[in-house]
């Protein structure tokens, strides 16, 4: 079993920053591409950023020059530096793993979510 654990979500006032965290435990053999996904309410989930194991990061254009993405490998660790923050970020922030289990199965996964509410 692999778990996704996030950290860091909260209220913050426009223009503030907030730093999320989430860790991979359980059976890793190795951690694969990681990433952070957002939802808000009434919306569709959507890509906010990705990070490869080689560190190759990639953005959605709304967040651009606001965010940052990086990624501890040994620890299984990624983290969303996110600055400037705008109301239009409040949503539920999730973070996501492509995982090789013990077995070598690889499958992706989920975390909880984290709630972000950035007030106006």
């Known amino acids: 079993q692999v778990q996704l654990v996030e950290s860091g979500g909260g209220l913050v006032q426009s223009g503030g920053s907030l730093r999320l965290s989430c860790t991979a435990s359980?059976?890793?053999?190795?951690?694969?591409?990681m990433g952070w996904y957002r939802q808000a309410p009434g919306k569709q989930r959507e890509l906010v950023a990705t990070i490869t194991r080689g560190g190759t990061t990639d953005y959605v254009d709304s967040v651009k020059g606001r965010f940052t993405i990086s990624r501890d490998n040994a620890k299984n660790t990624v983290s969303l530096q996110m600055a400037s923050l705008q109301p239009e970020d409040t949503a539920v922030y999730y973070c996501?793993?492509?995982?090789?289990?013990?077995?070598?199965?690889?499958?992706?996964?989920w975390g909880q979510g984290t709630q972000v509410t950035v007030s106006s």
């Open positions: 996501n793993a492509d995982v090789y289990d013990t077995t070598w199965a690889q499958n992706n996964y």
């Open positions: 359980g059976s890793i053999l190795r951690v694969e591409a």
